[in-house]
């Protein structure tokens, strides 16, 4: 089987209100591995309060995909941390 070369790179960086709100998202997304790392690699990683996502895959189709999917996720992170989150409510 041939190596396919990862040459379609994005990296996105997320600033979120809070380190730990950071690494909730992170923890969160985390879960789901990629489908295809031969073809498709995501890393996750936060540095203080920003969530970095880096993409490496085939093509640039395949790249806009796994980004568009993982914005979807992000944004539904967000909204929920943004829903239920009491740690950040000030009394």
């Known amino acids: 089987m041939a190596t396919v070369a990862l040459n379609e790179?994005?990296?996105l960086q997320i600033?979120?209100?809070s380190p730990r709100?950071?690494?909730i998202a992170?923890?969160?997304?985390?879960?789901?591995?990629?489908?295809?790392?031969?073809?498709?690699?995501?890393?996750?990683?936060?540095?203080?309060?920003?969530?970095?996502?880096?993409?490496q895959t085939s093509t640039l189709k395949l790249l806009r995909t796994v980004v568009n999917s993982s914005l979807e996720m992000v944004q539904m992170?967000?909204?929920t941390m943004a829903s239920f989150d009491t740690e950040s409510v000030e009394p």
């Open 26 to 55: 992170a923890d969160v997304l985390d879960v789901d591995k990629d489908l295809k790392p031969e073809v498709s690699r995501r890393l996750i990683t936060t540095q203080d309060n920003i969530l970095t996502l880096e993409f």
């Open 21 to 23: 709100l950071a690494k």
């Open 77 to 79: 992170v967000v909204s």
């Open 9 to 11: 790179r994005l990296t």
């Open 15 to 17: 600033p979120l209100p």
